[in-house]
């Protein structure tokens, strides 16, 4: 009960005070918002270029893997290619002597 009485006294106060010192918050509220203003635009700029690194640095870690999986397959058609190789000469030796 304490906690509502002393908000409402706290929103009169404020009120009363709003209307006594407009002037001087509006002169704070001129000072203020260009230096909020900055200071958002900072922090856009840092959170932007944060972003941007991170999309660079998935985008380089699919390509990598890409690029691993590429290898492996170029491995295994080699492989394949080797045991077709080995079966070619196979089957000419086999021809070799079953030619009279």
Known sequence: MSLLISGIVSVILGVIGFSLWW?????IMKGGVPILLILAG?????VGLD???D?????RHKQEE?????REEIERVKAQAEQYREEIEKLKEQAKKNTP
Request: charged share 40%; net charge negative.
């Open 23 to 27: 002037s001087d918050f509006m002169i």
């Open 42 to 46: 900072i922090l856009a700029v840092y």
């Open 51 to 53: 972003a941007m690194e």
């Open 55 to 59: 999309r660079m640095r998935e985008e």
């Open 66 to 70: 890409k690029l691993e999986k590429t």
